[in-house]
């Protein structure tokens, strides 16, 4: 069983920054691509941002490509951070972020259409407005 908790979210005009935080643990955390998913009100959920579980690689949806950086500082192999910078945040970028987790991929590859994960958090809010 994993725990995932976000934090970072709230409120930054369009072309601010912000940084969003997850602290990830329990065992097995080594094996886990860590992913970025977020909702807006009345959009599908979407996959923007995956690191691999070696930390190696990462991927990127196209809607968040050149402003958006997935990082990982893993510990030991039960207690991971990862990290989402978010640069150049527009509007459309206004959303529920999740932190979410998967053992499916090998350790050195993330993909970020896949949508079948194993444990995610509650969620952080980003609101991009003037």
């Known amino acids: 069983q994993l725990q995932l908790v976000e934090s970072g979210g709230g409120l930054v005009q369009p072309g601010g920054s912000l940084r969003l935080s997850c602290a990830a643990s329990?065992?097995?955390?080594?094996?886990?691509?860590i992913f970025w998913f977020r909702q807006a009100p009345g959009k599908e959920r979407e996959g923007i941002s995956c690191i691999s579980a070696s930390g190696s690689n990462t991927h990127y949806a196209d809607s968040v490509k050149g402003r958006f950086t997935i990082s990982r500082d893993s510990r030991d192999n039960a207690s991971v951070s990862v990290y989402l910078q978010m640069n150049d945040l527009r509007p459309e970028d206004t959303a529920i972020y999740y932190c979410?987790?998967?053992?499916?991929?090998?350790?050195?590859?993330?993909?970020?259409?896949?949508?079948?994960?194993?444990?995610w958090g509650k969620g952080a809010l980003v609101n991009v407005s003037s």
């Open positions: 979410e987790t998967t053992s499916t991929f090998v350790r050195t590859l993330c993909d970020v259409r896949a949508q079948s994960m194993d444990f």
């Open positions: 329990g065992e097995g955390l080594d094996w886990d691509a």
